[in-house]
């Protein structure tokens, strides 16, 4: 073989290369492309989880703009607040009108990921339905911790209860000893003039 004939030979290798080695990487299994979509299923729930929560606390900031402008509005009417605190009150609550927009659409979007990878992973051959836990979603949490924040005020009243009890309790015995000093007091004042009279007597 020539020298040309090696160098036509060494570039033919070179040129037909990379579809050498795309012929041999194998492609993915269907069972770790079914693991692939069980863990993008499970990251996005986790997001889409956290995002409902996220529109939650945009509705309840949209309530307190909302009160806070009606009552602004009420004080307006009777001319006790100034313009600039009207106008202020009312872009807040513009402001949160659109928070909640936008939070929802989040909301929404990961939804929509989340039902397409669901559907992706149910057309694999051989794919189990992913049982996705919100145990530990942000909304359970912020849940778990109201619902301490109850029973500790819960706890709080009856012990508020008991102390004022315990305190009617505590004048009741200052009011019946104070009854009692002065029955004492009338008992020696009887028991003197008895002593007065028995003088007299003698």
Known sequence: MTRIHRLVAIALVALSGPAVLARQTPANSPADEIE??????????????TSEAIVRSAEASLKVAEADSARLQKLGNQNLVSREELDRSAAAFESAKAQLQIRVAESRETGVRLDQAKRRLGRMPGAKPLVVKPADSLGDQ???IKKQLTKIQTDQEVILKKLEALEDITKQHKATQTTLGVILQDLDKIKKDLQDIAKKLK
């Open 36 to 49: 692939r979509l069980k863990e993008e299923i499970e990251l996005l729930a986790a997001k889409h989880e």
């Open 142 to 144: 912020l849940e778990a």
